[in-house]
């Protein structure tokens, strides 16, 4: 009983280790995780959002989802301020092993079992038990 115990307390570490990454930088589920800032001109107006999406190539739609301070109008943007053009929101930590659109976009970090298996919907580990192809890579 008490072997059985380690060893399934041992097989959720690689979880506790993902919250500790996630405490460590602080980043909150569906907060927007930022890689690449733009920064604006002097001059804005409400045509700079879809500027700065063409520039940047990226959609209007994830320009917004990346700025949620600025109004879908765009015309809240404010001049020589910085604004994410590169980035992704947060998605939720895999509570129980489980991931993907299944289990509410849950993610499975880059840990030992950094994979979100597609087959499965279990956080995995590539290098054994699948086809090319078949686990989704986690970008978090
Ligand atoms: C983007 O700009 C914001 C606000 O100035 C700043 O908090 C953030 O660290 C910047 N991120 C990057 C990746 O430069
Ligand atoms: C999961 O992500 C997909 C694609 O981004 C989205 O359509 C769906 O609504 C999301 N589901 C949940 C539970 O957040």
Redesign the pocket.
């Known amino acids: 009983m008490h072997i059985l115990a380690t060893v399934f307390l041992f097989s959720q570490l690689w979880f506790l280790r993902a919250l500790a990454i996630v405490a460590a930088n602080e980043v909150v589920p569906g907060e927007v995780v930022?890689?690449?800032?733009a920064t604006t001109g002097p001059e804005v107006n409400y045509y700079t959002c879809t500027l700065l999406s063409l520039k940047y190539q990226l959609t209007v739609d994830k320009f917004f989802e990346l700025n949620p301070s600025v109004d879908r109008d765009c015309e809240g943007i404010k001049p020589n301020?910085?604004?994410?053009v590169r980035?992704w929101i947060q998605q939720p930590i895999s509570q129980d092993g489980l991931c993907g659109p299944l289990h509410g976009n849950t993610t499975c970090l880059d840990t030992v079992k950094p994979c979100c298996n597609s087959e499965t919907w279990k956080c995995g580990d590539t290098l054994y038990g699948a086809r090319p192809g078949s686990f989704y890579i986690s970008l978090t």
């Open positions: 930022c890689r690449y800032n301020t910085d604004y994410c980035g």
